[in-house]
């Protein structure tokens, strides 16, 4: 907005708080693609206690440009965790009741190996021959870090948007590994309208002359324009036209008259500037072309034989699929791809669609019925599984501004 001034560099190199899982040679992760990494690292960060039987862990898996911090300050921008108002005493993923697990996924670029990270075979930073990653090595990755914590079988898997793609990748391939699965503001593939707005921001990141074919770091450039059109474009299939409205309407921007130029007359432009300028601070370009392009692969009903309903044929898990009226880049239709095949398999599901104006960002804020149901599938899994339920202690955050930067 007015008044800020873009960052003057990416903070993506500094040291982070938090763990490190580091998978030796000797345990390579194994990739679709049919390349393996090793060594390599994995970063995450735990809420809450792990109890004795090792039975309430809940795996959160981020969206495509979040990462491990999600309930506290970011380490790089300062700002609220992405899934503050979700992860906390009392909050639905109540870590007094919950131990609750989040992993920088690979090709991230928060402490996880990715593209920024140097490659052992050269020296130098692995840009874009760093192996293109899958949404099932993802979670492959993330079973990883289960496996050193010793949980065999998570109490629940829960994500939105591209956690939410991992959550299905999960319950599919490994249901032995959870008892109930959430999937929020998701689909089981990517649209080609999703797969065409990806493009435009990759072919944005690339046209940037700063990009220097991946080898930014190297040449001591960063892509920043071509990065900031990228999130501008995404940020805007991140809200609603009535969320745009009510925030921006046509208002100008710190005038009085039309400019008759190309400076940010509108508030919205101002907006989307800022966001643009500020993503660069904390994200890495070729972790965004790794990112989308996995996105854009996964496709769960092509792995069995193209029925959606034999990925998920035999399965004794809980699912819960949750969509937003307002949501256009996930709609309401997708979930309901997912219920009918959960259902043309006698699984056990329960669906919402959540009445909201937020957009696909509503998973993101403090929706009180999205809130409120969850919490009830969580009590009801509990307590089929014989775990305490507690109680959810009285939450008031206040609705959240859907224009805040989010992390999508």
């Not at 599984?385 to 999508?408: F, K, M, N, Q, V």
């Amino acid at each position: 907005m007015a008044g800020h001034s873009p960052p003057k560099s990416p903070a993506i190199g500094r040291a982070l708080p938090g763990h490190r899982l580091e998978i030796g040679p000797e345990a390579p992760l194994r990739l679709d693609s049919g390349a393996s990494l090793a060594p390599a690292v994995l970063a995450y960060q735990t809420y809450g206690r792990l109890n004795a039987e090792k039975s309430n862990a809940v795996l959160v898996f981020h969206a495509l440009t979040g990462d491990q911090f999600a309930a506290e300050d970011h380490p790089v921008t300062g700002r609220p965790g992405w899934w503050e108002v979700m992860i906390g005493p009392g909050r639905p993923l109540d870590t007094e009741r919950f131990f609750v697990v989040c992993v920088n996924v690979p090709g991230g670029c928060m402490g996880s190996t990715g593209p920024k990270e140097t490659d052992p075979a050269t020296g130098r930073p692995w840009g874009l021959d760093f192996p293109v990653i899958t949404i099932a090595d993802m979670v492959r990755a993330q079973l990883r870090v289960l496996d050193h914590l010793g949980i065999d079988k998570l109490f629940c898997a829960i994500g939105g948007s591209m956690g939410g793609m991992q959550v299905l990748e999960l319950a599919a391939h490994h249901p032995e590994r959870l008892h109930a699965a959430v999937a929020i503001a998701t689909a089981a593939h990517h649209s080609a309208q999703n797969i065409a707005f990806h493009e435009i921001g990759r072919q944005a990141i690339m046209a940037d002359p700063d990009w220097n074919a991946g080898r930014y770091l190297e040449a001591g450039t960063v892509p920043r324009r071509g990065l900031a059109v990228a999130r501008m474009t995404a940020h805007v299939t991140y809200l609603s036209e009535p969320a745009l409205h009510r925030k921006f309407g046509r208002r100008l921007q710190d005038r009085g008259a039309l400019s008759y130029g190309f400076d940010a007359d509108f508030q919205v432009e101002s907006y989307l500037r800022y966001q643009g300028a500020s993503f660069v601070e904390r994200f890495d370009a070729n972790s965004y072309l790794y990112i989308t392009r996995a996105m854009d692969y996964f496709d769960l009903a092509a792995d069995h034989g193209g029925v959606l309903a034999e990925a998920f044929r035999g399965s004794d898990l809980r699912f819960c699929i949750m969509s937003f009226t307002s949501d256009w880049l996930f709609p309401t239709a997708e979930a309901k791809r997912l219920v009918h095949a959960l259902n043309a398999v006698a699984a056990d599901v329960s669906f919402v669609e959540i009445e909201s104006d937020k957009g696909h960002d509503a998973f993101l804020l403090d929706e009180r019925e999205f809130h409120a149901t969850l919490h009830g599938f969580l009590n009801g899994t509990a307590e089929r599984l014989g775990l305490p339920t507690g109680a959810l202690r009285p939450l008031d955050l206040g609705d959240r501004d859907p224009g805040e930067d989010r992390i999508s």
